[in-house]
């Protein structure tokens, strides 16, 4: 028996209520390019919207023009999908809140989950949308899932609860150690303000 490997997200199929609703949401609010529009080919009465979330992967969205919106929060029984995250900059996160009160969408507040900052609110069907920032940026080479497991395991070996910016910074110079290689015989911390 072997594995099936993934590479990745290839996209996400959302049912969504009319065509312009879901326009307005995932380009309007969110600014995904609307990038391609087809029938469903499983169903003749839908549409099948795509847009580009930011890294070239899609949201994909089923439309039909007999569903209107429901407001009410999306079922987060066991098999459902609980919420959608997106990655912002640290420029825009500190827009989002100002930006989600102009449209009168309410919203959870920045919450800080130590290694990201993130803020939640629903779509116009009830969905859980997250914002999310990172609180660090990963060493050149690396990704933020490789930091991620480093911090893990130090936070881990500390015996702490869970991720905080420490563990992160001390992950980093872990990756940087391993991956890069230096001149110095001795790479341990310093002090040249100590040498008197």
Same mark, same amino acid.
């Given at each position: /028996? ?10 996400? !199929? ?10 307005? =949401? ?9 990038? =391609? ?9 839908? $549409?099948? +919207? ?33 919420? +959608? ?6 420029? /825009?996160?500190?827009? !989002? ?16 989950? $130590?290694? /990201? ?10 969905? +859980? ?9 990963? &060493?050149? $080479? ?6 991620? /497991? ?17 563990? +992160?910074?001390?992950? !980093? ?18 002090? &040249?303000?100590?040498?008197?």
């Amino acid at each position: /028996m072997k594995k099936i490997q993934v590479l990745g997200v290839h996209h996400i !199929t959302l049912t969504g209520a009319d065509r312009q609703s879901s326009i307005d =949401f995932w380009e309007g609010v969110l600014g995904m390019p609307f990038v =391609f529009d087809q029938p469903n080919l499983d169903d003749a009465d839908e $549409g099948h +919207l795509y847009f580009d979330p930011g890294d070239g992967r899609l949201i994909t969205i089923f439309t039909n023009e007999a569903r209107k919106p429901v407001h009410g929060r999306t079922p987060t029984d066991p098999g459902c999908v609980h919420h +959608l995250a997106f990655e912002v900059d640290r420029a /825009m996160f500190d827009q !989002t809140i100002e930006r989600l009160e102009a449209r009168g969408i309410g919203h959870s507040g920045v919450k800080d989950r $130590g290694f /990201m900052h993130s803020i939640y609110f629903k779509d116009p069907l009830g969905l +859980l949308i997250e914002l999310a920032c990172y609180a660090f940026i990963p &060493p050149r $080479g690396a990704s933020h899932a490789e930091v991620m /497991m480093e911090a893990h395991k130090i936070r881990v070996a500390a015996g702490d609860d869970h991720i905080e910016r420490r563990h +992160l910074a001390d992950a !980093t110079v872990r990756i940087v150690e391993r991956s890069q290689g230096s001149l110095s015989d001795d790479r341990a911390p310093a002090n &040249p303000f100590d040498r008197g």
